[in-house]
């Protein structure tokens, strides 16, 4: 009993021990508090870079401690003045890079860009005036530029961007004086020329790697493109116009390998691709320039198709629409100046199919190399295919014509849409699609012609024809891929339900059974058409013509209920069969009933017409 009295007296003991140990705590907690805010405001910020664990938990008693500081001591509240305005280091900040960019970097650029075009300008005066001797011209030019390079040296160190801008100038001005002594003074030979330019573009190439800043490449390499738009290109010389853009472009090919400056392909591609088209439209005559034309038209396709795919394949980056426009844009360019050239050239205009496919076996074969690359892009992949199999398209009818184009065409549909659907590839899907739009316009152009030039033709033997094979052979190919889409162990592309899915799961089947109708429709008109040319008949074998057509379709929709009812099971295509049944019918017992009152009363008439119509049987 007595323990049990004197236990509050010990649990107060105790209480009133921890109340003085937590405010001792508390004294502390806020003394050190304090001494961290003020070290804070003397010591700048850790680095954000230097990783800095989570906090760790604290007591309750401290928590409390830390709060009281924070509500002892708020921070003021921010006027609206203060809200609008930046702080004044960022203002300060803003201003001197502001300040940078425009007197140490901008400046220095359109300062170089006014030196060369002013150099360029007053070279040229001199020329018209003969001021000066040709000798005297190339030793300023060569001078100047030895000026320029020294500068740079001395300014890289302490003005690197500055020196850049140099060095570039100069590098232009040396290619600028490198080219007008051969071309327009012969005072370097053509080996000499080239040598210096090879030597030029070498170290142009090794500068702007060790610069790392696309301004040098700008003015030294791509800046180099303008010296024939400056002097005035010569058409008598456009062999060593073009080698000379040649040995610029390898150089742009050789930093590509390195770093990947948009800016610069961007530049060079439309600087190349400029000259061309315009020597092309102005100045090619077919006698003279047909072989240089070509070879170098390849030699520049070579150059960019390369340069686009080397840093890519290299450092195993990512292609964004800026990448896919480039390539598609230097294919075709290429192929259709290249079509150009050969269409206006007599042996050449035999081989527009040849030029198509090797194009289209460039493409696919360097597919084929992406595809050994596993860690390249997979997009990169199809998109090189892709272009592969657009000129293996366009091949066909450039080369063939008439019916062997629709043949090609639905077993490449067929082939991509197999290859899309088993392998997930939707790209070669979507292009499988785009094929069978172009297959079926090709047979619906079949079938004009067919229909209309060569009705009756008695050369055009029944059932086993082209015409005949072509639309068999194009319902097997939308058949074929009516029977993968049905398929559900393969990964459709759309949404089930989505508009594009029903799309796709009722435009196969119709599409195979108009295609399959109509190519032995048109075979049995065609029949009683040719009968009726060597026969000279009438108008009987045309009704003959009709009553046929009707029965036949009765037959062909027989048998499709017939397969419907065994095979396939759909609901949907019965409801579509039993409709176009009852129409027929209809049409049988309105037209066909009234056309063999009218054969009854040709049988009644003269003989002639009666051995007309024994001459089908």
């Not at 997009?379 to 014509?401: C, E, M, R």
């Not at 429709?521 to 009438?538: M, N, P, T, V, W």
């Not at 065994?566 to 009234?594: E, P």
Request: one cysteine or more; proline letters at 4%.
């Amino acid at each position: 009993m007595e323990k049990e009295a004197n236990k509050p007296n010990e649990l107060q003991d105790r209480l009133d021990a921890l109340a003085i140990k937590q405010a001792l705590l508390a004294d502390e907690i806020a003394r050190l508090t304090k001494e961290i805010s003020q070290l804070k405001t003397v010591s700048p910020d850790p680095p954000e870079s230097e990783f800095v664990g989570p906090p760790k938990k604290q007591p309750l008693v401290v928590q409390a401690a830390i709060q009281k500081e924070a509500v002892e001591e708020p921070e003021p509240l921010a006027t609206d003045s203060q809200k609008k305005s930046p702080a004044p280091s960022a203002v300060k900040n803003l201003s001197r890079d502001l300040e940078e960019v425009i007197g140490g970097n901008l400046i220095s650029k359109i300062g170089m860009v006014a030196i060369l075009i002013g150099m360029g300008i007053g070279i040229k005066y001199a020329i018209d005036n003969d001021l000066i001797s040709p000798l005297m011209r190339i030793l300023m030019g060569y001078g100047v530029g030895a000026v320029l390079l020294l500068f740079s040296y001395r300014l890289r160190e302490k003005y690197r961007a500055f020196g850049a801008v140099l060095f570039s100038g100069a590098l232009a001005l040396l290619f600028f004086t490198s080219y007008a002594a051969h071309i327009y003074y012969a005072l370097l030979p053509q080996g000499v020329s080239f040598t210096i330019m090879v030597a030029l573009t070498i170290y142009g190439v090794v500068e702007a790697l060790r610069f790392n800043q696309p301004i040098v490449a700008h003015f030294g390499l791509v800046g180099a493109y303008a010296i024939p738009f400056l002097l005035g290109d010569d058409p008598d010389k456009i062999t060593f116009l073009f080698t000379y853009t040649a040995i610029v472009n390898l150089g742009i090919l050789s930093i590509s390998i390195w770093r990947y400056w948009k800016s610069l392909y961007h530049v060079a591609f439309a600087f190349t691709w400029l000259i061309y088209a315009s020597w092309y439209l102005f100045d090619y005559k077919e006698t003279a320039h047909f072989g240089p034309a070509f070879v170098f038209l390849v030699l520049f396709f070579g150059i960019f198709y390369l340069a686009f795919l080397a840093y890519k394949l290299i450092r195993r980056e990512n292609y964004d629409a800026s990448d896919v426009a480039m390539l598609l844009l230097n294919s075709f360019i290429f192929y259709g100046l290249g079509y150009l050239i050969l269409q206006d050239h007599e042996m050449g205009s035999h081989q527009l199919g040849l030029f198509t496919g090797l194009n289209a076996l460039v493409h696919l074969g360097v597919g084929g190399m992406v595809y050994r690359f596993r860690q390249a892009d997979r997009n990169l992949f199809y998109l090189v295919s892709g272009v592969g199999l657009i000129f293996t398209i366009i091949a066909i009818p450039v080369q063939l014509d008439g019916n062997w184009v629709t043949l090609l065409w639905g077993g490449e549909a067929a082939l991509l849409f197999w290859i899309g659907r088993t392998r997930n590839s939707p790209a070669f899907e979507w292009l499988a699609y785009g094929l069978f739009a172009l297959a079926v316009f090709s047979l619906l152009d079949d079938w004009s012609v067919y229909l209309y030039i060569h009705k009756g033709d008695p050369e055009i033997q029944p059932v086993f024809n082209i015409y005949l094979l072509t639309s068999l052979w194009v319902a097997a190919c939308v058949g074929f891929s009516m029977w993968i889409n049905r398929k559900t162990q393969y990964v459709h592309p759309f949404e089930n339900g989505s508009l594009a899915r029903q799309l796709l799961d009722y435009g196969l089947p119709v599409t195979f059974i108009l295609i399959l109708y109509l190519g032995f429709q048109l075979e049995i008109a065609h029949y009683f058409d040719q009968k009726r040319a060597l026969l000279s008949a009438g108008n009987d074998l045309a009704l003959f013509r009709e009553i046929w057509i009707v029965n036949y379709s009765l037959f062909f929709l027989t048998v499709l209920s017939l397969v419907n009812i065994r095979r396939l099971r759909s609901q949907t295509l019965s409801q579509i069969n039993l409709g176009l049944n009852v129409l027929f019918l209809l049409t049988f017992l309105a037209l066909t009933l009234v056309q063999f009152i009218a054969l009854n009363a040709i049988y009644l008439s003269p003989p002639r017409t009666i051995s007309a119509v024994s001459g089908i049987c």
